[in-house]
């Protein structure tokens, strides 16, 4: 076997290793027959997801429990991170690539797109592996980074500390997030270069409001595309608990028909072998938050999001300012000003999660920013079969 080293992190409300990828390029994929023929499959294509197959076969992609490999068999923790050193010139300090992997079936879902949750654990990671070129600052630093699945930048500042030795990741501190047991130092992630992520703006039909089998969506780009409906037009109360929406065949259903039509009207063509664009259903929140949302990861499998995903709630938090969508509709009070920057509140089952998003002049999302925290959970080499 093999022997690829890694790192395994929480990241958010989400879990996965992180690998150099100078050290899965060590790794011939030819070894491996389930890795070669797809290897194989995507070159004929023009393509080349070596590496990125690699950590899909050492996460254990092709189990529905991802009993053989080092993932957790959900969405959420069947992911990993792709990570190397910038060019000298480059303003970044590190190119990311993020790769989720499938579940039932060996393979790498590539029109996922970028991870929010795990974006934080790029930062330490990149810092524990002496990859941040402009050197370490107390009592944080700033981590730049660009991302190879949607060309977004990113700045992620990392709580530090002096030790003998030199600076290294804090981890531990005071900040808490909802859906994760304790707390951790927090850490703080900005992102921009994300409207727009289909070459088609916020607004990739040109419109705030579509209909599709006579139901209300608005489609919305920003950090990643998604579907957006009320709940009271879809049967839903929008307080359902995780298990109820997983138990609730029908409504799946009725949720990937949602999402397939409204696929078709951003121009993504057929995406029923695909997890983009994603879906949520809104309502109104109670208390103080502004918005309430169910994201179902996966309506295919009947798997609802026990939280949120950062990349779900930035897109989220941007319709919210964005004039005639549903999710503005929802807002009961004025949100953001032009040149700002404005907090978003959105209220999901397991908690609430923050977004402050920026707006230029005319009033558009053009920033986006949150705070998670990360805990290192191991450090080791994962071992690749080659059989």
Excluded at 230 to 241: F, L, R
């Amino acid at each position: 076997m093999a022997r690829v080293p890694f790192m395994l992190f929480r990241s958010g409300t989400s879990k996965g290793p992180l690998f150099l990828r100078s050290d899965l390029e060590r790794v011939p994929a030819s070894f491996n027959a389930l890795v070669r023929t797809q290897v194989e499959d995507a070159a004929d294509g023009g393509l080349d997801h070596r590496s990125e197959l690699i950590a899909a076969r050492l996460v254990g992609s092709g189990h529905v429990y991802g009993v053989d490999g080092i993932g957790g068999g959900r969405s959420s923790t069947n992911k990993s991170v792709i990570v190397e050193s910038a060019n000298e010139d480059a303003e970044e300090d590190v190119l990311i690539k993020f790769v989720q992997s499938e579940i039932e079936s060996f393979g790498v879902d590539t029109t996922h797109g970028d991870c929010g949750n795990m974006l934080p654990s790029v930062g330490a990671f990149a810092i524990e592996k002496g990859l941040v070129r402009k050197g370490l600052t107390c009592p944080s630093t700033t981590v730049k980074l660009r991302s190879l699945n949607t060309g977004t930048r990113y700045e992620i500042e990392v709580q530090t500390e002096n030790e003998a030795g030199g600076i290294r990741v804090r981890y531990s501190g005071n900040q808490a997030i909802s859906g994760v047991p304790g707390s951790c130092a927090p850490v703080s992630v900005r992102a921009r270069g994300m409207a727009g992520t289909l070459g088609r703006g916020i607004l990739p039909t040109g419109n705030a409001v579509d209909e599709v089998g006579g139901i209300e969506v608005s489609c919305i780009d920003f950090s990643r595309p998604m579907v957006l409906c009320k709940a009271s037009d879809v049967g839903m109360t929008g307080e359902e608990t995780k298990e109820e929406c997983d138990a609730d065949v029908e409504l799946n259903e009725r949720m990937e028909n949602l999402r397939r039509g409204a696929a078709r009207l951003m121009g993504m063509g057929d995406v029923s072998a695909e997890t983009s664009p994603k879906i949520a259903v809104l309502s109104s929140a109670r208390g103080d938050d502004d918005i309430s949302v169910r994201y179902f990861t996966d309506p295919r499998h009947r798997d609802l999001h026990y939280s949120l995903a950062m990349t779900a709630a930035q897109c989220i938090a941007a319709a919210c300012l964005t004039e005639g969508s549903l999710a503005q509709s929802l807002v009961s009070r004025p949100l953001g000003e032009p040149e700002s920057t404005t907090d978003v509140s959105i209220r999901h089952p397991s908690g609430t999660a923050e977004i402050s998003i920026g707006l230029d002049a005319d009033f558009n999302a053009i920033s986006a920013g949150y705070v998670r925290t990360v805990r290192p959970i191991a450090q080791g080499v994962a071992f690749y079969p080659l059989q």
